[in-house]
């Protein structure tokens, strides 16, 4: 079945850029996600991609898209300590739309 | 708008008891979903909608039911609870299967399985 990995932790100094990269397997998406989860609180979309386009962007947040290498990363410019959540990358495919295990993102002072 | 809804925002039950998380939205979005967030495991996709009448499992449906009777309201039944059910519960919902509509998710049922 459809897979999404990510990795579970990043440490980024407070003004530095954070890139959160994420690997899907399937090849039938048509939307990638990019989720943020606050302590205690529900999942929040950031940003998504349509899978023809190679990059957005959105005031901080940039999302590269590498279809071939079903490769998508969500890079954050000069990081702040309200960025310190969890981010999940997810992918839709047929009806359902699949996340990743999610990347804690954390912020040096 | 209320948004997505979800009663209770807490539950202790013990082995064996059934019961039944709330789900609803006033957006009038025909996709609704039931995640279980565990820690380490992210989400998992436990049942799904995509219209009144129509379910159909995710990832992990044992142990879940569901129903989808009206285009506001995605119910989700454990009829006999297991510790292994120990989790946070989310439901979404959004204007068609999948796209670049936004996906909007509920505030989450902590659920604990004595």
């Known amino acids: 079945g459809e897979d999404v990995e990510q990795s579970l932790f990043l440490s980024v100094r407070e003004g530095d850029s954070s890139v959160i990269n994420c690997t899907y397997t399937?090849?039938?998406?048509?939307?990638l996600y990019w989720y943020k989860q606050e302590p205690g609180a529900g999942l929040q979309l950031l940003t998504y991609?349509?899978?023809?386009?190679d990059m957005k962007q959105d005031q901080r947040l940039t999302v590269l898209l590498n279809k071939k290498d079903k490769h998508l990363s969500l890079r954050i410019a000069d990081t702040q300590t309200g960025d310190s959540a969890i981010y999940f990358c997810?992918?839709?495919?047929?009806?359902?739309?699949?996340f990743g295990k999610g990347t804690r993102l954390h912020i040096l002072p | 708008n209320a948004g997505v809804t979800q009663t209770p925002k807490f539950q202790v039950l013990k082995t064996g008891q059934s019961m039944t998380l709330q789900c609803a939205q006033d957006?009038?979005?025909?996709?609704m979903s039931w995640y279980r967030q565990d820690p380490g495991m992210g989400l998992r996709l436990i049942h799904y909608?995509?219209?009144?009448?129509?379910?159909d499992q995710g990832e992990v449906p044992n142990g879940y039911n569901v129903s989808r009777s009206t285009t506001e309201d995605f119910p989700l039944r454990l009829l006999s609870a297991a510790p292994s059910q120990t989790s946070v519960y989310f439901c979404?919902?959004?204007?068609?299967?999948?796209?670049?509509?936004?996906?909007?998710f509920g505030p989450g049922t902590r659920l604990l399985v004595l």
């Open positions: 399937d090849s039938s998406s048509t939307y």
């Open positions: 957006m009038n979005h025909e996709y």
């Open positions: 979404a919902s959004s204007y068609s299967r999948v796209g670049g509509e936004t996906q909007y």
């Open positions: 991609i349509f899978s023809n386009m």
């Open positions: 997810a992918d839709s495919g047929d009806d359902k739309i699949i």
């Open positions: 909608s995509v219209g009144a009448g129509i379910t």
